[in-house]
């Protein structure tokens, strides 16, 4: 079964500073990688996602992402943070096992942006 | 193209009641999968439907219970509610075929649950 750990219930950078959210992930199988952000009383709305085509995946509004096998690691970056970035991101896994698995998230990082 | 459109927002249920939460996924998506969103607990998968049939189940008592009609839509119902059961209920469509499971789900605005 596949889990994702996110470190840091919360990270907290100044405006125009890096955005780094971490995410590790553990699969038995090449997993599909994805980013999700949510903001207040909304559903989910997805960053990025790995397809394998590709370690170094661009998203919307300047996020990025990085596959690195070595590591089971898909870390989300930003080069400048930007006010509206202020929510929560949820990384997730989903299993290439076969079976339709859902998406196993992890517990996700509420991101805080100092003006 | 229209989004996930869950029905309805909002929902007050006393313990012990039972409740309904409908859920039309994308059109052309026939997968239409339901997840728990609570502080504690996070995101938790409950179930997958794709073409009417569970396909995939989280772990969840027997409460919880869905089904998926022929025009994809999708219900999941919470019987005999305890106070635990508050939590935001997200539904998400795919296209839910096999070779698609790099495809992003996309997710509705949820429910919002409370159980008084």
């Known amino acids: 079964a596949q889990s994702v750990t996110q470190l840091g219930s919360h990270v907290s950078v100044s405006e125009g500073a890096l955005v780094l959210l971490r995410c590790n992930y553990s699969?038995?199988?090449?997993?599909?990688l994805f980013w999700y952000v949510q903001y207040p009383n909304q559903g989910l709305q997805l960053l990025l996602k790995?397809?394998?085509?590709?370690?170094l995946v661009k998203g919307i509004n300047g996020f990025e992402a990085e596959f690195k096998k070595s590591e089971t690691s898909f870390h989300l970056t930003k080069p400048s943070a930007h006010m509206s970035d202020a929510a929560e991101y949820f990384c997730?896994?989903?299993?290439?096992?076969?079976?339709?698995?859902?998406?196993?998230f992890g517990k996700g990082t509420h991101l805080i942006i100092q003006p | 193209k229209a989004g996930v459109t869950q029905t309805p927002r909002y929902l007050i249920k006393t313990r012990g009641q039972q409740v309904t939460l409908s859920c039309s996924p994308i059109?052309?998506?026939?997968?239409v999968s339901w997840y728990q969103q609570t502080p504690g607990q996070g995101l938790q998968f409950l179930f997958e439907y794709f073409s009417e049939t569970q396909r995939n189940k989280g772990n969840f008592p027997g409460r919880f219970s869905g089904r998926q009609f022929s025009n994809s839509r999708s219900e999941m119902n919470v019987s005999t509610l305890e106070l635990g059961d508050s939590a935001l209920y997200l539904c998400a469509s795919s296209p839910g075929d096999r070779g698609s499971m790099n495809t992003e789900a996309f997710f509705g605005q949820g429910t919002r649950l409370t159980v008084v």
């Open positions: 790995y397809t394998s085509a590709a370690t």
């Open positions: 699969s038995s199988v090449p997993p599909y």
């Open positions: 059109s052309g998506h026939r997968s």
């Open positions: 997730a896994v989903r299993g290439s096992g076969g079976g339709a698995d859902g998406l196993t």
